[in-house]
């Protein structure tokens, strides 16, 4: 019994160192598997990101082709026919349509050169387009002008003011005129704006202010000129919207204005 007491001791040891070293495997192991940390993987994805980023990758042209287009190598990547189709075709002209203000032989007032007449509506080739244009006639200054149908309200041209609108206004020529106490020069350029305006009764009220009557101190040049051109352009309102003779509506106006007794008074017209 006591050899096999003795055997078993001995057995005993080299069972428990054996147990002992595979412990110490299994620790080292674990050991090293602590060290690989997953931290350490994600530092290393980072650093190999901004190592990418920090690389130059040149972009892949596409090859060059020998097609040309005005004598210039185009790259067939960026080469689309339908595009370049569109600009070689020749555009189709196309007609805007506008409505008519005016007729042929009506009398119309454009702001810068007063009454004058639609002689005819023509059709012309503008910039790929067609368009109609009046055809106006101002016989008193020799000029004829082309306005576009669309642009005819933009430019404030107007009819003729009717009968009943010139009756109102001829009122104001016998008013009492407002003269401001200001420079010359200022008022020249208001009466200026208010004849170039197109407006009937601002036109009416530059004729009152400037009119010299009788026992009336001169006028200088300047001020004669404004009142000339003032009356020229109101008179030829007058006789386009009451359609009368140029005699009568000079004895109209001026009987308003106290002009009809002046001696040797000049003709304003001539």
Sequence with gaps: MKKKKKV????????????????????????????????????KKVVKKTKEA??????????QSDKKVNNRIINPAHYQAKKVKKFLEI??????????????????????????????????EVVGQKLEMYVIEFVRDKLI?????????????????KPSKIQTVLKILSQKPKIKRTMWSRRAQEYDLKINSG??????????????????????????????????????????GLKITEENAIKKVDKILGRDKLKNAPSLLN
């Design 91 to 124: 555009k189709t002209i196309k007609e805007k349509k506008v409505k008519k203000i005016f007729n042929t032989k009506d009398h119309v007032v454009y702001p810068t050169h007063g009454v004058g007449q639609v002689i005819d509506i023509e059709k012309r």
């Design 8 to 43: 078993s001791k001995v057995d005993k040891k080299k069972i428990l160192k054996k147990k002992t070293v595979k412990k110490k495997t299994k620790v080292v192991k674990k050991k090293t598997l602590v060290k690989k940390t997953p931290k350490k993987k994600q530092v």
């Design 199 to 240: 407006d009937i009764e601002q036109i009416a009220e530059v004729v009152r202010d400037l009119n010299r009557a009788n026992n009336q101190i001169e006028q200088s040049y300047s001020e004669r000129q404004l009142f000339e051109l003032s009356y020229d352009r109101f008179l030829r309102e007058v006789i386009a």
């Design 54 to 63: 920090t690389k130059f990758v040149e972009p892949k042209l596409p090859p």
């Design 145 to 161: 002008l082309r306005v576009p149908v669309e642009k005819a309200k933009s430019l404030n041209l107007r009819k003729v003011a």
